[in-house]
Structures are given as structure tokens and as C-alpha cells.
Nanobody, 122 residues
């Protein structure tokens, strides 16, 4: 069955903003830290950012620090990724997942969803 649903992607000009959403089951949100990943054309999937179960902490890779903000609303079983000052290098399919571990290389726990495409181009 479908456990992760990403949405909010689209075409945006460099310097623009987008807000991505990730919907999951209540069991997933109540028991796991959550994270965002992305896969650019011709590249491997990479971890982007994560947030703890109770939103007490977050982690970002260096390339998105100061530009992206991760958050979650457990009452709505939804996680968000606010992306500002987007660059062409941010172009990728973005995925969410429950994660194990903390830091720059957490492990994804569930099967990947369809993802949502973000294209940054003029």
C-alpha cells in the first residue's frame, strides 16, 4: 500500500521558492524521525534534510543551509520542505521517508514513493 505521498513540486525560476509536502500515516509520524531526499538527473539519490519526531532538532546538508527549512505537523501527519533562493543545481525529484540514524547519512526505512519534481530554470 502507499505509505508516502510527496507533492508541491513544479517549475520555478532561479531565486524563486517552493514548499513541498509529504503525507504519511499516523504510525509513521508518531514513531520516526523524517527526512527529505532528492535525485538529480544522472546522479545518485542524496539526503537533503531531516527533522526529529517532536521537531526538537533538524539537520541540513551544507548546500541547502540557509535556504531550505524543514518542518512537520504531527497533527496533520505532514512534513514540509520550504525551499528559498532556488538554484538550477536544486533541480531533482524530491522524496520523503522515515529515517533511522542521525546526521548526514540516515537510512530510509520505507519503500520510496513517486516523489515530486522540482525544476529550477529560466
Amino acid at each position: 500500500q502507499v505509505q508516502l505521498v510527496e507533492s508541491g513540486g513544479g517549475l520555478v525560476q532561479p531565486g524563486g521558492s517552493l514548499r513541498l509536502s509529504c503525507a504519511a500515516s499516523g504510525r509513521i509520524f508518531s514513531n520516526n524521525h523524517m527526512g527529505w531526499f532528492r535525485q538529480a538527473p544522472g546522479k545518485e539519490r542524496e539526503f537533503v534534510a531531516s527533522v526529529t519526531i517532536g521537531s526538537s532538532g533538524s539537520y541540513y546538508i551544507d548546500s541547502v543551509k540557509g535556504r531550505f527549512t524543514i518542518s512537520r505537523d504531527n497533527a496533520k501527519n505532514t512534513m514540509y520542505l520550504e525551499m528559498n533562493n532556488l538554484k538550477p543545481e536544486d533541480t531533482a525529484v524530491y522524496y520523503c521517508n522515515a529515517i533511522a540514524g542521525w546526521g548526514s547519512r540516515p537510512a530510509a526505512l520505507l519503500a520510496w514513493g513517486q516523489g515530486t519534481l522540482v525544476t529550477v530554470s529560466s
